[in-house]
């Protein structure tokens, strides 16, 4: 039968449909569980690097990541649903909001602050409103990996010509690309792999079905980089 648009009259204690989830350490009022919605990927990054900072700035519809700064990035299913995980996770704490993104079939967001702390505790807001937990986030899949080594100038020119917000690449250089499902994962791999080596950061899409990393550098170099970013999939799988 429909339900009825008249409010329930029942006392509260009678059903469990009816009891709120007060959210620990949050500054939130009660919110009712939200079913249905999947969390695709939870990725946390203790201190952003200056090239990924930078990258993600260019694409920042709200405040501006800063290097050092802790990142939360979180991807969702179905894509309005992040509307009301971004009013959870800022009024939680007083991390900055710096993307919020709804697009086909997920929505995403990021999260900054100066305090790790602060950015783990929206987090935790955010799932415990799931009714879910970092745990049962959504594994990575690697969908393609790949150095290439000595670049062509032919191929270096068509890179820079399609990716205009990263660094550039030039001929010679080494290129790592790894391609991941959900999308937000590559953000962990290219943290990780700008803290291992001297890279440089070309292009990271972390929208969409898919997302996509692309980083060059010295031989030697983009060998480290790209085992670092392996191992931070790897450690997201465990």
Not at 89 to 102: C, D, E, F, H, P
Not at 200 to 226: F, P, S
Request: charged residues 20%; neutral net charge.
């Amino acid at each position: 039968m429909p339900r009825s648009s008249r409010m329930d009259s029942r006392p509260p204690n009678d059903s469990g449909r009816g009891r709120q989830v007060r959210l620990t350490g949050s500054h939130s009022p009660a919110v009712q569980p939200r079913q249905g919605i999947e969390l695709r990927a939870f990725v946390f990054l203790d201190s952003l690097q200056p090239q990924l900072a930078a990258y993600m700035g260019t694409v920042s519809q709200g405040f501006l990541p800063i290097p050092g700064d802790a990142c939360l990035w979180l991807e969702v299913a179905p894509g309005m649903a992040v509307h009301r995980l971004t009013d959870i996770a800022l009024k939680a704490s007083t991390v900055r909001l710096g993307q919020k993104v709804v697009e086909r079939a997920f929505g995403s967001l990021a999260l900054y602050h100066r305090d790790q702390s602060s950015v783990l505790l929206s987090g935790q807001a955010v799932v415990e409103a799931m009714g879910t937990t970092v745990e049962q986030r959504g594994r990575c899949a690697v969908t393609w990996d790949e150095i290439i080594r000595a670049i062509t100038p032919d191929h270096a020119v068509l890179i820079n010509r399609q990716n205009r917000r990263g660094s550039m690449i030039q001929a010679g250089m080494s290129m790592f690309i790894l391609e991941t499902e959900p999308a937000g994962y590559v953000l962990i791999a290219a943290n990780e792999a700008e803290k291992s080596s001297n890279i440089t950061v070309v292009d990271v899409k972390a929208v969409g079905a898919y997302g996509r990393l692309t980083l060059a550098g010295r031989e030697g170099d983009i060998d480290e980089a790209a085992a670092a970013a392996m191992r931070a999939i790897e450690i997201i799988n465990r």
